[in-house]
């Protein structure tokens, strides 16, 4: 049996992993229908290969980091609901002590060098506002009570998170022995902190804030400095772009960063950088390599440097020498990942373990030089995927994947491109490809240039020209796929959200002869709008279309929404902040109005990210009305 839409609850996902010694540690998450939530707790995974084992058993327990000296087991736990508060508990077991009861949760931990005090960030709202009274002991205001927000800033929300002037994160240190010690504040709010790290001797923390601690609008971000017993933060590292991820190496720091000016900070590779003795350098090669912040910080080892790089669709752990400078990706040794994605990592000593999931896999732990250590992915069988590769119509080599359904065919097809559009389709675990096959669909998956993975040239080759280079490679992987006899060419479907629904849209107008339906999700419909509305459209606009409003409207799906025909679904999220709602109302609208059979499917209380991390009832209602939609319009 495949994935269904039921089958969501049966998914087992591994997360953050840890290790120190022979404990490794790993969180588990599985969609919960009936709770309509996100279960799993802390699993160990012995080195021996003996199978996972439940660790804890409370509702949601995620993040585990454990202490240098491996004594103790610091994690977040989220319980009946609320927000996630920091717990700690001996590496033998035993029960999990609180140390945090924060009204909107903490950030993940970081241990101390000598494994006695954890930092974290935590957003601490007004008084007045998220449910915090305005004087202790008085009721909550509702939010219909709350005062007027005074907006000064253009960076003054984002998507999933809201409001974010009122709630700015705070950096925060607790003693994690004493049981009688309480958080310690060491920002005062009025700039934003990120990924907190303390110095190799302990006594300081470095954090990333926006440049000059936000003091106007910036894209730029710097790496600050500030004693552990508390004082004003002081610069520590003028980067060349964006920040993250900043870890000790010796008396200075590693961190990944972009370069960039203005606001040009799209489809920028990240590259690991050295920071010593006042002097910065970069490690990795701009061009080819594009460091995967969202797989954890660099981990600093006796052989070299732990990073994830991504590359053609793979996310592949490799080792960085660290007195590198403008090293290629092909001098950076493969660890883990290859035709794979590795979603986080961790090491101590010679020991190396990573998550890492396939197409045909949710995700399993595994040893560097030892092979998988858990079986978490083989709870629901999967498909498999196949490589797509050929040439544009200017000859410019193109790349994808499909998966097929069971059976001989000819199979329907389904064309799904992606978001961003600096993302990718990969070789790891999606939900969706997997469902649409389990329901009869063969599923290409192309990476158009604009896409992340390779090289930042390949990314770039989009800024200026939307619906241009990236329609051909799009057009360019399908037809790959369609020389094939087990796919019928006469029955397409294409769909995608965000970038993927600006491309939906686009392909619907300008090629809907090839398409049988399109289904445009959370898309980009109108570059003008998009520009006041969305959280990021202040930047994002001018930096991927120009400032012109006439090329904003000529790369606008809108502007050509007469000339579609064929079917037509916009969903939406009523809270999505990225792509605002505003972009699916004018859309349906406009087809509407030109007589197309468009519909129009609105998800209540969800953002941007519904389909990777929405309510699971509303993920799975969602992959029931696509398919809904594909049974009528290509059977």
């Given at each position: 049996m495949l994935v269904r839409p039921d089958d969501l609850q049966s998914l087992t996902l591994p997360g953050s992993v840890s290790v120190q010694g022979d404990l490794v540690l790993v969180n588990v998450a599985t969609p919960d229908l009936t709770a309509n939530a996100y279960r799993g707790g802390l699993y160990r995974v012995p080195l021996d290969g003996s199978g996972a084992q439940r660790w804890t058993w409370a509702e949601r327990d995620l993040a585990p980091r454990i202490s240098p000296d491996g004594r103790w087991v610091a994690f977040l736990r989220a319980e009946k609901g609320g927000k996630p508060q920091l717990h700690v508990m001996s590496a033998t077991g035993g029960d999990a002590r609180r140390l945090t009861d924060l009204p909107l949760g903490a950030g993940v931990p970081v241990w101390s060098p000598d494994s006695t005090k954890l930092a974290f960030t935590a957003r601490v709202p007004e008084a007045g506002r998220y449910g915090v009274p305005i004087a202790e002991g008085e009721e909550p205001w509702k939010p219909e009570s709350e005062a007027p927000r005074h907006i000064q800033r253009l960076d003054y929300r984002f998507d999933d998170i809201g409001f974010v002037g009122d709630r700015c994160p705070r950096l925060f240190t607790v003693d994690a022995v004493d049981p009688a010690a309480k958080p310690v504040e060491l920002t005062d709010g009025s700039f934003d902190v990120a990924d907190p790290a303390w110095t190799s001797d302990g006594t300081a923390l470095v954090f990333v804030s926006d440049r000059d601690l936000g003091a106007v609008e910036t894209l730029h971000q710097d790496v600050y400095r500030v004693p552990a017993t508390g004082g004003e933060p002081e610069l520590y590292v003028r980067s060349k772009g964006i920040v993250a991820h900043p870890v000790a190496f010796g008396d200075g720091i590693l961190f990944y960063g972009s370069e960039f000016t203005g606001v040009h900070s799209v489809a920028r590779n990240m590259s690991l950088w050295r920071y010593t003795d006042g002097t910065l350098t970069r490690v990795t090669e701009l061009e080819s390599v594009d460091c995967e912040r969202a797989a954890g910080a660099p981990v600093v080892t006796d052989a070299g440097v732990l990073v994830a790089v991504r590359n053609r669709g793979a996310v592949e752990l490799r080792r960085v020498a660290v007195d590198g400078v403008e090293l290629p990706l092909a001098e950076l040794e493969v660890l883990a990942g290859e035709r794979a994605e590795v979603k986080s990592f961790a090491a101590d000593g010679d020991v190396v373990v990573a998550v890492v999931t396939r197409s045909d896999n949710t995700g399993e732990v595994v040893r560097v030089g030892g092979g998988e250590l858990t079986s978490f992915g083989a709870s629901v069988p999967?498909?498999?995927?196949?490589?797509?590769?050929?040439?544009?119509?200017?000859?410019?080599?193109?790349?994808?994947?499909?998966?097929?359904?069971?059976?001989?065919?000819?199979?329907?097809?389904?064309?799904?491109?992606?978001?961003?559009?600096?993302?990718?389709?990969?070789?790891?675990?999606?939900?969706?490809?997997?469902?649409?096959?389990?329901?009869?669909?063969?599923?290409?998956?192309?990476?158009?240039?604009?896409?992340?993975?390779?090289?930042?040239?390949?990314?770039?080759?989009?800024?200026?020209?939307?619906?241009?280079?990236?329609?051909?490679?799009?057009?360019?992987?399908?037809?790959?796929?369609?020389?094939?006899?087990?796919?019928?060419?006469?029955?397409?479907?294409?769909?995608?959200?965000?970038?993927?629904?600006?491309?939906?849209?686009?392909?619907?107008?300008?090629?809907?002869?090839?398409?049988?339906?399109?289904?445009?999700?959370?898309?980009?419909?109108?570059?003008?709008?998009?520009?006041?509305?969305?959280?990021?459209?202040?930047?994002?606009?001018?930096?991927?279309?120009?400032?012109?409003?006439?090329?904003?409207?000529?790369?606008?799906?809108?502007?050509?929404?007469?000339?579609?025909?064929?079917?037509?679904?916009?969903?939406?999220?009523?809270?999505?902040?990225?792509?605002?709602?505003?972009?699916?109302?004018?859309?349906?609208?406009?087809?509407?109005?030109?007589?197309?059979?468009?519909?129009?499917?609105?998800?209540?209380?969800?953002?941007?990210?519904?389909?990777?991390?929405?309510?699971?009832?509303?993920?799975?209602?969602r992959f029931d009305h696509v398919l809904a939609w594909w049974g009528r319009h290509l059977s």
């Open positions: 999967l498909r498999p995927s196949v490589e797509l590769t050929g040439s544009a119509s200017d000859g410019y080599p193109v790349h994808g994947w499909l998966v097929l359904p069971e059976g001989e065919g000819p199979h329907p097809v389904l064309l799904v491109v992606h978001g961003g559009p600096f993302m990718y389709h990969g070789w790891g675990f999606f939900d969706e490809a997997q469902v649409y096959a389990a329901a009869g669909y063969a599923v290409v998956l192309p990476n158009p240039r604009g896409s992340a993975g390779y090289g930042q040239a390949h990314g770039q080759s989009v800024v200026g020209g939307f619906g241009t280079v990236d329609v051909d490679d799009v057009l360019s992987v399908l037809d790959v796929a369609l020389e094939r006899p087990d796919l019928d060419a006469d029955r397409v479907g294409v769909m995608g959200g965000s970038y993927g629904g600006f491309m939906t849209s686009w392909l619907a107008a300008h090629h809907g002869e090839r398409f049988r339906a399109a289904w445009s999700e959370r898309a980009v419909n109108a570059w003008d709008s998009f520009s006041g509305s969305s959280d990021i459209g202040w930047f994002f606009t001018e930096a991927y279309c120009g400032p012109s409003l006439e090329t904003q409207r000529a790369m606008s799906p809108l502007t050509y929404a007469e000339k579609v025909s064929i079917p037509f679904m916009v969903v939406h999220s009523e809270h999505d902040w990225r792509c605002p709602l505003e972009q699916a109302q004018r859309q349906f609208v406009a087809l509407r109005r030109n007589g197309v059979e468009a519909e129009m499917l609105l998800f209540p209380g969800e953002g941007h990210e519904l389909t990777r991390s929405g309510q699971p009832r509303h993920r799975k209602q």
